[in-house]
């Protein structure tokens, strides 16, 4: 009996995908064809070696932006049992946008369970929600995982954002401090620029 991964590659051509290994579909097929990206989302909650998981995980990266189901790509990350599985769905969500994904999104980077997770989806609501909804969940995300949401406030922050961020920076140390005084310096070269602009 052909062993998980000779199955798995043997099912890829059959549907049309011949590839000698699972790293190499990103070669082979970048940007992935819509088809090919819908038979790994079906495979791997099938494939019970945690590796290859995310190997083929990883190979939906080839994704073009926007194409991806985010209902088969949320379950997964649910599903997930362990932090390097879910740190790989987090990147593809992060680089990819996957489609109706946003409800979703909000309640995984408020939820503690996502981990170290946390940073990728909070990145991943700076690129993909409205302007009017992102801001608020991540200042909410920042109160109670401020790494997590530091980088992408100072992406997208405003003067609102910069009081919340200023107001943290006295009693940060490390990293956080670092990043907090990045994010500061970030925003505020942004609404220096706007007001230049405005004049």
């Known amino acids: 009996m052909l062993d998980p991964h000779a199955q798995f590659l043997a099912a890829l ?10 790293a190499a579909i990103r070669d082979q097929y970048d940007p992935l064809p819509s088809g090919l990206a819908e038979l790994l989302l079906e495979w791997i909650p099938r494939l019970e070696d945690r590796r290859l998981q995310e190997s083929v995980v990883w190979a939906l990266l080839a994704a073009r932006k926007g194409t991806l189901d985010g209902a088969k790509l949320s379950e997964l990350f649910d599903s997930a049992t362990n932090d390097d599985l879910k740190r790989a769905i987090a990147s593809v969500i992060h680089q990819t946008r996957p489609r109706n994904i946003d409800e979703w999104l909000i309640a995984a980077v408020r939820d503690r369970r996502s981990g170290a997770s946390r940073n990728l989806l909070a990145a991943a609501v700076a690129k993909m929600l409205s302007p009017e909804r992102l801001v608020s969940v991540l200042i909410e995300v920042f109160h109670d995982a401020p790494l997590a949401a530091v980088h992408p406030l100072g992406k997208v922050g405003d003067s609102a954002v910069l009081d919340v961020l200023a107001a943290a920076l006295p009693t940060a140390t490390g990293l956080l401090r670092r990043e907090l005084r990045q994010a500061i310096a970030r925003i505020e070269r942004r609404l220096a620029k706007a007001r230049q602009k405005g004049r």
């Open 13 to 22: 051509a059959e549907a049309g995908f011949p590839v000698s290994s699972v």
